[in-house]
């Protein structure tokens, strides 16, 4: 008997250390919240996250990192000699080059990125999860599937999603989206 509560007791806690308590007057915190949980939920219809996306701006991040060190090997290499062709020259060249990729990182993250939580691959579908709040004060959670070119959009109250005591009831989140990734590829 005491065995069994004792796991009991630790699988109710393991459960709920998987899911952390959120402030239940923070809008921002409960969508960041169910942001984290999207690829969870979404692996039950066999969906496997891509970090594409990830990927691409670490790469561009890495590049501008990789060229402000040469900027900084090239000043201690020509002392900060402004009067040596070749340091201003370096100098103008990685400079130049360190903006484009930032202005580059930027529109990628504007345009391409925008507020997509989750990319997953399953087989040749792609699903793409994008999810934003109307305003910090509005309690609704929008959510836009894109798989392939089809579109849904849905909306639900974090009021469904969270119990009283601020933590995210995985079951009740999973089977929303499991059931609007169903309809969405049963019209495909």
Not at 43 to 61: A, C, N, R
């Amino acid at each position: 008997m005491e065995h069994s509560y004792f796991f009991y007791h630790y699988f109710v806690n393991f459960q709920k250390a998987m899911v952390k308590k959120v402030n239940l007057n923070s809008a921002v915190a409960l969508r960041n919240e169910c942001d984290e949980h999207l690829s969870g939920a979404l692996s039950k219809v066999g969906y496997e996250q891509s970090f594409s996306l990830v990927d691409t701006k670490l790469v561009i991040g890495y590049s501008c990192v990789i060229l402000a060190g040469l900027m900084y090997y090239v000043e201690k290499k020509y002392k900060n000699d402004f009067n040596n062709p070749d340091y201003v020259m370096y100098t103008e060249l990685f400079v130049v080059l360190f903006f484009v990729l930032e202005f580059v990182w930027y529109l990628f993250s504007k345009f391409v990125e925008k507020s997509i939580k989750f990319v997953g691959t399953k087989g040749h579908k792609t699903l793409k999860v994008s999810s934003h709040l109307k305003s910090k004060e509005d309690p609704v959670y929008y959510l836009e599937f894109d798989l392939d070119g089809t579109v849904d959009e849905e909306q639900v109250e974090f009021t469904r999603l969270f119990t009283a005591d601020g933590f995210l009831d995985f079951a009740v989140f999973s089977k929303l989206l499991v059931d609007v990734v169903n309809k969405i590829e049963k019209d495909i």
